[in-house]
């Protein structure tokens, strides 16, 4: 489609048998450096927050925001090389980094994640982004242990890091929440997965009314097949080497191709949207 990003036939067989995925060790890496972005200044002077921004679409969105002009923390679960590897990446703009390896699903290490990000002056955008999955064939092989570990750090943690954020938050604010395209079309082999994500779409579209007399605006972005370290951390390896062929696309996008999506919300350029979810998805229709 007019790029020379991987298609699945380019993408080998490979799983990882833990979650969270590693980027490092992922063929080929995902592009998720912003090689080929153009900066404006857009972000300049601020400092934003990204949930999961290690790796995957978490990085790539620290890394054009760091190009933007703003100093971004990012929270990860263990994954230290990608970690400070995204690090490495947002220092080489000319910005500030902090990590802060933890749990999001536990509040207290939210509450201690906007403190440190607060470290760094201020904190002007909240990317709600950490994620994990579990592929399931029927409903009764999930476990209420995988059932409420998925929950909890799919879309409790967004709670929690919002609620510890908003009272640092001014006029002119922005949260941006990952939900997904599960979460209108459903997935046979990913229900608490894409449960999770439903209720991301309310919590944003709920959220953004609740604050909006704040002058915060609150959206998201909700990608479709995006290669990242989650993939093959979640399915077989013959799944991998198929994943993103069934899109119009017939590929798997790179969080390149996603990351701006969260610039254009987090910057003026969005100043009249709030409550609303953007759809990079590789051409897939979606309503609602």
Same mark, same amino acid.
């Given at each position: 489609?007019?790029?020379?990003?991987?298609?699945?036939?380019?993408?080998?067989?490979?799983?990882?048998?833990?979650?969270?995925?590693?980027?490092?060790?992922?063929?080929?890496?995902?592009?998720?450096?912003?090689? =080929? !972005?153009?900066?404006?200044?857009?972000?300049?002077?601020?400092?934003?927050?990204?949930?999961?921004?290690?790796?995957?679409?978490?990085?790539?969105?620290? &890394?054009?925001?760091?190009?933007?002009?703003?100093?971004?923390?990012?929270? !990860? /679960?263990?994954?230290?090389?990608?970690?400070?590897?995204?690090?490495?990446? +947002? $220092? %080489?703009?000319?910005?500030?980094? #902090?990590?802060?390896?933890?749990?999001?699903?536990?509040?207290?290490?939210?509450?201690?994640?906007? $403190?440190?990000?607060?470290?760094?002056?201020?904190?002007?955008? +909240?990317?709600?982004?950490?994620?994990?999955?579990?592929?399931?064939?029927?409903?009764?092989?999930?476990?209420? $242990?995988?059932?409420?570990?998925?929950?909890?750090?799919?879309?409790?943690?967004?709670? !929690? &890091?919002?609620?510890?954020? /908003?009272?640092?938050?001014?006029?002119?604010?922005? +949260?941006?929440?990952?939900?997904?395209?599960?979460? !209108?079309?459903?997935?046979?082999?990913?229900?608490?997965?894409?449960?999770?994500?439903? @209720?991301?779409?309310?919590?944003? =579209?709920?959220? @953004?009314?609740? &604050? /909006?007399?704040?002058?915060?605006?609150?959206?998201?972005?909700?990608?479709?097949?995006?290669?990242?370290?989650?993939?093959?951390?979640?399915?077989?390896?013959?799944?991998?080497?198929?994943?993103?062929?069934?899109?119009?696309?017939?590929?798997?996008?790179?969080?390149?191709?996603?990351?701006?999506?969260? #610039?254009?919300?987090? %910057?003026?350029?969005? %100043?009249?949207? @709030?409550?609303? #979810?953007?759809?990079?998805?590789?051409?897939? #229709?979606?309503?609602?």
């Amino acid at each position: 489609m007019g790029t020379d990003f991987p298609t699945p036939e380019q993408i080998p067989p490979q799983h990882q048998p833990r979650q969270p995925g590693r980027e490092h060790e992922m063929t080929p890496r995902p592009e998720s450096r912003g090689r =080929r !972005y153009r900066a404006a200044g857009k972000l300049e002077g601020k400092v934003a927050l990204v949930t999961g921004g290690d790796s995957g679409i978490g990085r790539a969105v620290a &890394v054009l925001f760091a190009k933007e002009g703003a100093d971004v923390a990012i929270s !990860y /679960l263990e994954e230290e090389e990608d970690a400070q590897e995204t690090r490495r990446l +947002v $220092e %080489s703009e000319g910005r500030r980094c #902090v990590t802060l390896a933890g749990d999001v699903g536990d509040p207290a290490f939210c509450r201690r994640l906007v $403190e440190e990000t607060l470290g760094l002056g201020r904190l002007d955008c +909240v990317v709600n982004n950490a994620a994990e999955q579990h592929p399931a064939d029927r409903p009764e092989d999930i476990s209420p $242990e995988q059932l409420e570990r998925t929950f909890r750090t799919n879309i409790f943690s967004y709670f !929690y &890091v919002t609620q510890a954020a /908003l009272p640092h938050m001014k006029e002119g604010s922005t +949260v941006i929440n990952t939900t997904s395209i599960t979460a !209108y079309r459903g997935s046979a082999h990913l229900l608490d997965y894409a449960s999770t994500k439903g @209720a991301i779409v309310a919590f944003t =579209r709920s959220l @953004a009314e609740m &604050v /909006l007399d704040r002058g915060i605006r609150v959206n998201g972005v909700a990608p479709g097949p995006i290669w990242t370290p989650l993939i093959p951390a979640s399915f077989s390896a013959d799944e991998v080497s198929e994943f993103g062929g069934s899109v119009p696309m017939r590929r798997p996008g790179q969080p390149d191709e996603v990351a701006p999506c969260y #610039v254009f919300l987090a %910057s003026d350029d969005s %100043s009249y949207m @709030a409550g609303q #979810v953007l759809h990079p998805n590789g051409g897939v #229709v979606i309503n609602g």
